[in-house]
């Protein structure tokens, strides 16, 4: 009680300070507030249960008023779908409130996820094609490569191996490099800049603070293939638009595409394995049950929504939010994670995960509208083929610790677990008795 008391107390000092100062840097901020924590906030899988009883009764609920501005949270799924699409209702610039330059490229937000028309609509463009299916089942060979080399490594370190470390970061990372054109010896530095980027336990300073490393690295990146264009993403926009694009604007649609396809990925690949593993007939209807795995993997990106909240939204006027009164300039942010547990969407019983769900693709995992995951099927395809693969490699997987020692991040816009120990094969007194 008194370390709750003494965080607040700091934590309220800090804010009024900043709001003396002129007014909201998120920037700046040394830690976020509780008052604005509750839809990052976890119990073990599951969201807290006030998230739950907030979309029960309010599912546009304000959530906290800092510096004159409301901070609201949609947590109900109709609610959050309307939200998501609605470009006149909102933008998606936050650089008035980080206090950036956007003329300074070490500065500047880039990418898509803080970009409205027509600057959204013309870069999107450019990815588009990169991600139809079509295109997409060019890299089926390389995603299956990619996945039975890292089974590999993990069988030789075994019995034990641990899925994060070993198996769920280094897939999604490894595809993504390649899919960028990152070369080798530029890989260890930008393995390193991902769980950062979504770790809010650090405030403003270390969240924008890692978003600025990442930026600095692809630019570098984009000034180098300027000159030599690789065969990979980078490469292909530059020989294509050339100087029609800004090393600011390719680095943050570089950045767009690392940040979606990498620790998202990852700790989806090493929740869902947890929560697989839970019930060993999940993973014997992947191996044997034709189409099994496409329902399994929708299931587990309803349940586990890994991008617990979408990027935020401001609102353009004053205008009504399902009854609610949203203010010009108020902060609204979509809880994908509340809106995929929604009752009457999903079933009463939205809470739990259940491999044979009909309706699981109508989540949001992947959020909706103009701003929907341009790699949701690049995604897809890797889920399905990592534990279609995992499923056959090592039929007896199991927990090698209790799920209670498992730690889990605390306060993450990415939710994950930072070590899944397993045991990849079944001791041979157990193989000896089911004998």
Known sequence: MVATYLKRWVGNRILNRASRKGGLDLSKMRMFPDSVSMPLRRHGLDPVPDLAAVRETEPVHKLAHLFGLNVWVVSGHAEAKYVLSNEEDYSHDIR???????????????????????????????????????????????????????????????????????????????????????????????????????????????????????????????????????DGLIGSIIRDKGDDIDDVELGGLADGVFLGGYETSASMLALGTLVLLRDPENFERIRNEPGAVDVIVDELLRYLTVVQVAFPRFARHDHELFGQPVKKGDLVAVSLSGADRDKGVFGSDAEDFYPKRTVSSAHLAFGHGMHRCVGAELARMELRAAFTALAHRFPDLALAVPEDQLRFRDFSIVYGVDSLPVRLHAAAGTEQAAG
């Open 96 to 230: 008035p409130l980080v206090g950036s330059d956007p003329n300074k490229p070490s500065e500047g937000i880039g990418g898509l996820g803080f970009t409205d028309p027509p600057d959204h609509t013309r870069l999107r463009k450019l990815l588009t094609p990169e991600f139809t299916k079509r295109r997409l089942a060019r890299l089926e060979p390389a995603i299956e490569k990619i996945v039975n080399d890292q089974l590999d490594l993990m069988d030789a370190k075994g019995p034990v191996a641990d899925i994060v470390a070993d198996f769920a970061f280094n897939v999604p990372f490894l595809l993504i490099a390649d899919l960028l054109g990152v070369e080798e010896q530029d890989r260890d530095r930008f393995r390193a800049l991902g769980p950062a980027r979504f770790d809010m336990s650090g405030g403003g300073i270390g969240l924008f603070g890692s978003a600025s490393e990442s930026r600095e690295f692809l630019f570098e990146i984009v000034r180098k293939q300027r000159a030599n264009p690789g």
